[in-house]
């Protein structure tokens, strides 16, 4: 396991938990919130994609627990600013792959290794103020953050913006399929036994379908900073 991670001690830091489904703009808002705010920022579904990965390359059977709980426990995933690095490797790009993002699911829905990143998840915040973004940060990993956001668009909206991403890193699709898998994402994320993504009790929704990201991230600077 990283040091990085292995080093995590609660000292009264304070962390802004960003949860929500893909596509609502989360991470750009969250990354951008952090540099903001000069705290450092988390992004959990990185870690997720990089034990996909790892699973991937490794020829693990994903539906295999123990195996997929051995491999992550030996994993090192270090996030420096930016970039996600898997033993060193920088694989910022490869856990963006359509195969990986596919074989998430078995690392997301594994409670073996939710249980190992949340650990991390803590440890990464235990040294220093953090905005951290993912499904389930409000509820499960920082039910006691300062600040807990679930940041939110219109599915049309959504699978909009993917599409465009998708489009600027030269992938061939079309909106229909990006709207059906992104549908079929939401529900696996919000029907899983473990961890589902849904907004925590004192989680304010943020509906992003009308804001442009500057927007966003100015309105959620405000209310961290309403609350010092
Ligand atoms: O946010 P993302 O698309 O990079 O997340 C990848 C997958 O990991 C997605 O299917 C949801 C899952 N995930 C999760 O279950 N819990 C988190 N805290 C973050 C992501």
């Known amino acids: 396991m990283a040091a990085e991670f292995a080093e995590g001690r609660r000292a009264g830091f304070r962390v802004v938990t960003i949860d929500g489904p893909a596509g609502a703009g989360k ?29 991937l390359r490794a020829g693990v059977d994903l539906a295999d627990a123990l195996a997929l709980d051995r491999l992550t426990a030996d994993l090192r995933v270090e996030l420096p600013p930016g970039r996600v690095l898997l033993g060193g ?25 939710r249980s190992r990143l949340v650990a991390w998840q803590r440890a990464f915040a235990g040294t220093a103020d953090t905005v951290t973004e993912g499904r389930d940060q409000g509820t499960i990993v920082f039910p006691d953050a300062h600040r807990k956001f679930f940041v939110t668009a219109a599915d049309e909206h959504r699978a909009r913006r993917r599409l465009a991403e998708l489009q600027s890193s030269g992938a061939v699709v079309d909106f229909e399929t990006v709207l059906a898998d992104q549908t079929r994402r939401d ?8 961890a589902p993504m849904k907004p925590a009790d004192d989680a304010e929704v943020v509906d992003t379908t009308r804001l442009s990201v500057d927007e966003v991230v100015d309105l959620l600077f405000q209310k961290v900073a309403a609350r010092p």
């Open 27 to 55: 991470s750009t808002v969250a990354r951008l919130l952090a540099d903001r705010l000069g705290w450092r920022f988390l992004d959990t579904g990185a870690m997720y994609r990089a034990v996909a990965l790892a699973a």
């Open 89 to 113: 490797e920088d694989v910022s790009r490869a856990i963006r792959d359509a195969a990986v993002t596919q074989a998430t699911r078995f690392a997301a829905d594994c409670v073996e290794v």
């Open 187 to 194: 529900a696996q994320d919000a029907a899983r036994a473990i």
